[in-house]
């Protein structure tokens, strides 16, 4: 069992606490941009092993392109079925969905993040834009990419995040 899920980054700040000098105020990024990346995270809660491609858009169109990365990348012989639960976006239900023939959805009950096990993956993706200020997508991507590879590279960070002790039972 995998699991899967969105995030969105954009040019709006992500704002965190910040240390700042006793009577000063912090300085903020204002900006109010209305512009998104979308991260599509395919994780294994079992083993941390995880594919976050980066996309213009969260459309079926773009839900089809990164099933295909993902089935290419966790099954490229075809040989296993890939069970990935997915909440009810439009996106992810869409009849017109392309779906490669070794991935099954499964549809989680509505207004339940928490059962989500890739949700948690999303705050140390956020954690490398946060208090930044961004002036293009092009700019915002940099960091992200480099987030994305850094996690692929630390799967025992991505389990420690992702690893609700129901799916890494489902996986055990």
Known sequence: MWAEDEARPGLKPVARRVWAVKGRRPTANGRTGCQWL????????????????????????RMAAALGEFARWA??????????????????????????????????????PDLQPAEPLWPPLRAVVANEGFDDLEALERPLIGRCRWLIDHPEVVRGAVGFHWAVALNG
């Open 38 to 61: 979308y991260v599509y995270g395919f994780v294994h809660p079992a083993s941390g092993r995880d594919l976050e491609p980066i996309l213009p858009a969260a459309d079926t169109d």
């Open 75 to 112: 099954g490229p012989a075809g040989e296993r079925l890939l069970v990935v639960p997915v909440d009810n976006a439009g996106w992810h239900v869409a009849r017109r969905l392309a779906v490669p023939p070794d991935v099954v959805r499964h549809r989680l009950p509505p207004r339940t």
